[in-house]
């Protein structure tokens, strides 16, 4: 007997057998390929959903190490109201949630700073906040704005004892024929101070000198969050050891809102 046989003889036999037992005839053959379209339904509905939440940033921060993944929502709920964001047009998006460790190299390291990388690169990214060491390691790659360039000269004078600062100088050492010398061979000028410092830097991964009184062209890029009630409130970094700083990132595409996340941080 062929299956479309066996069918028409079960649909002989349900003949006035009521609902019930179409249902349970139903589910007995078909339930498989119900599963099946079921999940396809709900993929597809999650497909619209994505595609018509995809919306342009209306902010993009990420707080490296925060320790706290579940402080985005606090902080992003309290953000929205206070840049007045219009999130029925733009995704205001605070990521608590990246971790990243210069001294264990993972895949979860590279793909994080491909990320971040990538972000930058793209202007999506206007605000980073991290450790102090690892505030220090991107502000050596030059991705930060100079923060006179951002700030008012009251915001300055204001928050100048919170400053974190990089030697422009030892940053075109970075960006010099020697250094990339000395990536192709190891071999460097032991009397530059800025080749040792670089070379200590590789090896031990020993944070650059940070004291602005002993840099030849002190740039200021980033605010120490020494005592932010928003970070409190939230939780992040609340876990770690270390003050965490902030700062805006050289390309953004919004300094206007960017500048009031550092107000909304600072309090």
């Known amino acids: 007997m062929s299956v479309h046989e066996e069918i028409r003889e079960q649909q002989k036999k349900l003949k006035g057998q009521g609902v019930k037992a179409h249902l349970e005839y139903f589910w007995e053959y078909y339930k498989i390929h119900t599963l099946i379209a079921v999940f ?21 921060a990420i707080m490296l190490n925060s320790g706290m993944s579940s402080a985005q929502d606090t902080l992003e709920q ?6 007045q964001i219009d999130t029925s047009k733009y995704s205001c998006f605070i990521d608590t949630s ?4 210069l001294s264990i190299i993972t895949e979860t390291t590279i793909a994080t700073s491909q990320k971040i990388m990538a972000n930058i690169a793209g202007g999506d990214l206007d605000v980073l906040t991290a450790d102090s060491d690892i505030f ?4 050596n790659q030059q991705v930060f704005a100079d923060l006179r360039d951002v700030l008012s000269a009251e915001q300055i004078a204001q928050y100048e004892d919170l400053f974190v600062y990089v030697d422009q100088s030892y940053i075109d ?18 009397s530059d101070k800025y080749a040792v410092m670089a070379d200590e830097y590789n090896k031990n991964f020993t944070t650059p000198n940070t004291d602005p009184s002993k840099m030849e ?6 605010i120490r969050l020494t ?35 550092l107000e909304y941080l600072l309090g």
Do not use: W
């Open 227 to 261: 005592s932010s009630e928003k970070l409190a409130e939230s939780g992040a970094y609340s876990m770690t050891n270390s003050i965490p700083v902030v700062g805006v990132m050289i390309n953004t595409k919004r300094p206007e809102v960017a500048l009031q996340f």
């Open 173 to 190: 050492y970075l960006n010099s024929e020697a250094y990339q010398d000395y990536i192709s061979t190891g071999e460097f000028d032991h």
């Open 217 to 222: 062209n002190p740039v200021p890029v980033g």
């Open 98 to 101: 990246a971790s990243f460790d």
């Open 136 to 139: 220090t390691y991107y502000a």
């Open 40 to 60: 396809v339904l709900v993929l597809i509905s999650m497909l619209i959903h994505d595609i018509r939440n995809n919306k342009p940033y209306g902010f993009y």
């Open 78 to 83: 309290g953000f929205v109201p206070y840049a």
